[in-house]
């Protein structure tokens, strides 16, 4: 049998944070770190917040500091975009250069339905 060493538990605050903020007619759902099984449920709470309160005509992810998007964060992403379409709001994911993001939103066919910018600029149209 293998061990493998201990990693230390890390709460899912930890392992991901969430900001958001508007900007012009764009809310801007800002993620860092891991985006998984663990922290989905936390990103997808704020962005149906948004959802909710329907503050712009447009929702954003900034996903460019996201380090892994695991299974749970690509259904999240898809039922987001979903979400938005039936509130009437455009939703975009910022991916930065973040190859890990890109790949699994690309294999998966995400980005078929979703619109992918590299940059914040790109997704507000500036």
Known sequence: ??????FPQRSPEELLSVSSRMLGDAVVV???GDV???????????????LGSRPGRRLVLDMARVTFLGSHGLAMVVDVANRARGHGMEFGVVVGDRHTVIRALEVTGVADSVPLYHSLPDALGR
């Open 36 to 50: 998984d099984a663990v922290t989905a449920p936390r990103l997808l709470g704020e962005l149906a917040a948004v």
């Open 1 to 6: 049998m293998s061990h493998y060493p201990a």
């Open 30 to 32: 800002t993620a860092a």
